[in-house]
């Protein structure tokens, strides 16, 4: 398996624009994940999906913030619109449910995120 | 979920030593991991060591528990460059939302 794919590696761009990072996890996991990392708060969960279902959300910092999950090989983060304080690592990760909680994580390599 | 903290947050070393880093934690876990990050990478996966378990071990990887003190050390024997990088440690306690700690840097110098 190629392990959790993200795309794009890096993207920049200016304040008010749209971001939409992509991510495709690991086949047969049952469970995805988007973290965001930066040097002041480290890493922060945003949002996990089981079953492409988002199960919570409460990391989710704005409303400019929303995930989607249409179908079990992918999903969305978009920010509308982005901000300079938005700049930051985005990573997802993905985990098999295997009927016990905390299984370890499958990263992907990340999205480093810069808004100008 | 819950969050561990590393201590120290910065380590360096020389090539060849060993490398400690503990872990601490507030409440009671089913389970512990520790991550390894790569500057400009993701997380990888290293070792989890179950509440009932005190110690694990895999390759050059040592890692202890004590539920009693809710910490958690691992120690990397026999330390390359390569290994530098950061170390995080997640406590599990019935959630599937894991949640890292700040890590500690480890630094080997050639």
């Known amino acids: 398996d190629a392990g959790v794919i993200q795309s794009p590696r890096h993207e920049v761009t200016e304040m008010g624009q749209e971001v939409t990072l992509r991510c495709k996890p690991i086949?047969?996991?049952?469970?995805l994940f988007w973290y965001r990392q930066t040097m002041m708060r480290g890493l922060e969960l945003l949002i996990y999906f089981n079953n492409n279902v988002p199960i919570d959300d409460s990391g989710m910092p704005e409303d400019r913030f929303s995930a989607k999950m249409p179908n079990a090989s992918f999903s969305t983060l978009k920010i509308q619109p982005s901000e300079p304080r938005d700049s930051a690592v985005y990573f997802c990760?993905?985990?098999?449910?295997?009927?016990?909680?905390?299984?370890?994580?499958?990263f992907g390599s990340g999205t480093q995120l810069s808004v100008l | 979920s819950q969050q561990g903290e590393e201590d120290p947050q910065a380590l360096s070393i020389q090539e060849g030593e060993n490398a400690t880093m503990n872990c601490s934690y507030k409440t009671s876990i089913n389970n512990l991991q520790w991550y390894r990050q790569n500057s400009g990478r993701g997380l990888v996966h290293l070792i989890l060591i179950r509440s009932n378990e005190r110690e694990k071990h895999s390759g050059r990887l040592r890692v202890t528990l004590d539920t009693s003190k809710k910490s958690s050390s691992l120690l990397i024997t026999a330390s390359r460059a390569a290994d530098t990088a950061s170390y995080f440690c997640v406590a599990g306690a019935g959630s599937y939302q894991l949640t890292f700690g700040k890590g500690t840097k480890l630094s080997v110098i050639p």
């Open positions: 990760a993905s985990s098999q449910d295997r009927g016990a909680t905390n299984e370890k994580l499958f």
């Open positions: 086949s047969g996991h049952d469970y």
